[in-house]
C-alpha cells in the first residue's frame, strides 16, 4: 500500500540499514495558504504520541520533498529556529555546533527546488544522517538528542504545522492535496 501526499509517492515501507520501518503518517507543511513541502515519518512500529517517536527504539527516518522552490539557507535557518522553540535553551545550547553545521549544509545548496528532497536518519551507533538530493552531507551527528530536537520542530509543543503534526503522529486524515491509497 503506497500513499500519494501532495503528489507525491510516499513508500508504506522502507528500509534503513537493514531494518524495516513503517510509515507512521506523512502530510503536507503549509505557510499560510502555500504548500512548502511533503513530510513523511517512518518507525519501527507505529506511534501516536511525540513521547512515543522519540523514545522509540532503532532507526527513524523524516523524508522531506519540496513542493515549492525554497532558499536553502532560510530552510537551515527555519530548521534552527523550531529546534530552538521547542526545547529548554540550556539543551538547545549544547547543540549549536551540530546546528551550525547543518546550516552550512542547507546553505551551500542555496536551493532546494520542487521535488528535491533531504532525508533526516536516525541510525543507532551512527547518528543522524543528513541525506539531500541523495548525497550524504558530512559525517553524521553523534548526539541522539540533536535528532530528537530536529523531530521536535514537527512534533514539539510548537511546531512548524499543527496539522502536519497530527498527520505525522498518524492521526490526521486526507486533506486538501492529501490522498492515502
Known sequence: ???EVGGVKIDERISLTGSPLLLNGAGIRYKAVFQVYTAALYLGQKAET???VLGAPGPKRMAITMLRDIDSAELG?????GMEDNMERS???????????MSEVFS????????????????PGTGTVLTVKGQVEGAPFKEPEFFNALLRIWLGPKPADWQLKEALLGKARASSGQQLR
Open 1 to 3: 500500500m503506497a500513499a
Open 50 to 52: 511525540p513521547e512515543a
Open 77 to 81: 535557518k527555519l530548521f534552527s529556529r
Open 91 to 101: 539543551e538547545f545550547a549544547k547543540l549549536i555546533p551540530g546546528v551550525m553545521r
Open 108 to 123: 551551500k545548496h542555496k536551493k532546494l527546488h520542487t521535488g528535491e528532497t533531504f532525508v533526516l536518519d536516525w541510525v
